[in-house]
């Protein structure tokens, strides 16, 4: 009996450790980098859902993760840092979009490859950028048309909101 | 026997079921009442407490970690396949977790307990007034109630939560390996998904389910082995009880705690 109680013991020991070892990992996870690669900036204006973490690809293959997402407080807008793979050096000139993998899905980073024969060196800036698209934002903009239409559309609180997701629109 | 016409023999059979049926209900009852009776004033037997902490809580940890593992794997797979039919693959880390913490975690874990702990307290009570040790116990005024049942009630009420929070864990675990070895999921993307989504609630909520399942099973497997008979035969009868009506108690109580829950 005692020697099957210490395999039982030592299997249940495996189990927890199972859990809190994902427990742990789940606790720390995101500030953690690949730490093989480069480390490039994009500023965008809107990131959205986007997590560190995510995916960063060119052409749908993955070449990095996003490492940090933090704000600059003068320019507000949020820097996103990228941890590249070294075997993917890419060009000075190219464009980081955040994109989305379905209506509810995850967003990631796409880059497009520019044509300069500079590469981008670690520690650098992507210049062009595109930042994740407010997807209900826009839907709301058609829903109600920014433009004070007056009695004939109808809607009673359509004149008060609208205001709002003018400013919305130009924020 | 005779005087009942024979037109109205049928409904005298079904009149004597639902009296039995009134009868079990009413002695389960009085029975927990005594078990939890039974913990509210001293002697408390710690020994007893301690041994079954032991046997049902922590012995139980890789039967209930090895089905949430599987679980939470086929569950983020099942969920992949169903969200891709409408373009949402990407919300699976979400549903695995609710899905886990709020319902599989801690069903699955009770219906594992009510084979391997119910079966087990039924079994060994059950032999225990095969033997008639349990009448040797009260000669020597020791209150069975608070020797056998007690312990058994408190100990699996307590350890129920935490191997349901074990097996939380160790679902979503499941599910995180499944979605990052073979559905191309990034791991970190996938935890910040489920801790971003899941919400206190979600978990607590399926804890206070898991302990009151905890409950039906200990119960179970104590009203079926203390009230066996006929040696042998009786102990086998009584663990089949003991399974089978924890099991259908446990499934009730899951709908009911959840509507409750939900509706609240």
């Known amino acids: 009996m005692a020697k099957e109680q210490w395999a039982e ?35 965008f204006g ?35 840092k990228l941890d590249l793979d070294a075997k993917t050096p ?41 930042g994740a698209v407010d997807l209900f934002g826009l839907v709301g903009q058609f829903l109600r048309p920014p433009a004070p239409a007056g009695g004939a559309s109808g809607s009673a609180p359509a004149p008060a909101v609208a205001p709002d997701a003018k400013a919305g629109a130009g924020a | 026997m005779s005087e009942v016409p024979l037109a109205l023999q049928p409904l005298r059979s079904v009149g004597k079921s639902v009296l039995d049926m009134l009868r079990t209900a009413g002695q389960v009852t009085l029975f927990g009442v005594r078990g939890v009776g039974a913990l509210l004033s001293p002697p408390w037997f710690f020994g007893q407490l301690g041994r079954q902490l032991m ?64 079966a087990a307290m039924a079994a060994e009570i059950g032999a225990m007034r095969a033997t008639e040790q349990i009448d040797a116990m009260k000669t020597l005024s020791t209150d069975p109630f608070r020797y056998l049942v007690a312990p058994r009630l408190l100990a699996t009420v307590i350890v129920m939560p935490l191997l349901t929070l074990a097996a939380d864990i160790i679902g979503i675990a499941g599910g995180w390996v499944v979605a990052t070895k073979t ?34 099973i200990a119960l179970m497997g104590c009203y079926h082995g203390y009230n066996s008979s006929g040696g042998a035969r009786g102990v086998g009868r009584a663990t089949t009880h003991a399974v089978v009506s924890a099991a259908i108690l446990i499934f009730a109580a899951d709908y009911l705690l959840t509507s409750a829950f939900t509706h609240r």
């Open chain 1, 46 to 80: 809107q990131v959205g859902s986007l997590a560190p973490g995510a995916v960063v690809s060119v052409a749908g293959v993955k070449v990095g993760t996003v490492s940090s997402i933090t704000l600059d407080p003068k320019t507000y807008l949020a820097v996103v």
């Open chain 2, 183 to 216: 559905l191309d999921f990034n791991g970190a993307v996938y935890v910040k998904n489920t801790w971003d989504f899941l919400q206190g609630w979600d978990v607590v909520s399926g804890l206070i389910k898991a302990a009151v399942f905890g409950f039906i």
């Open chain 1, 90 to 130: 890419l060009p000075a000139d190219s464009v980081a979009k955040i994109t989305s993998d379905g209506l509810l899905g995850g967003q990631h980073v796409t880059i497009e490859p520019g044509g300069s024969t500079d590469n981008l060196k670690p520690g650098s800036d992507i210049q062009n950028t595109q």
């Open chain 1, 9 to 43: 013991t030592a299997v249940g020991a495996v189990v927890i450790a199972a859990a809190v070892g994902f427990l742990a990992y789940s606790l720390t996870v995101g500030g953690k980098t690949g730490g093989h690669g480069y480390e490039v900036k994009a500023r």
């Open chain 2, 55 to 118: 046997g049902v809580g922590y012995f139980s940890l890789p039967v209930v970690g090895l089905t949430a593992v599987f679980t939470g794997a086929a569950l983020a797979l099942n969920i992949y396949t169903g969200g891709g039919r409408f373009n949402a693959e990407q919300i699976m880390p979400q549903i695995v977790a609710l899905g886990i913490t709020r319902e599989l975690g801690p069903v699955l874990a009770a219906l594992m307990l009510a084979g391997r702990v119910s």
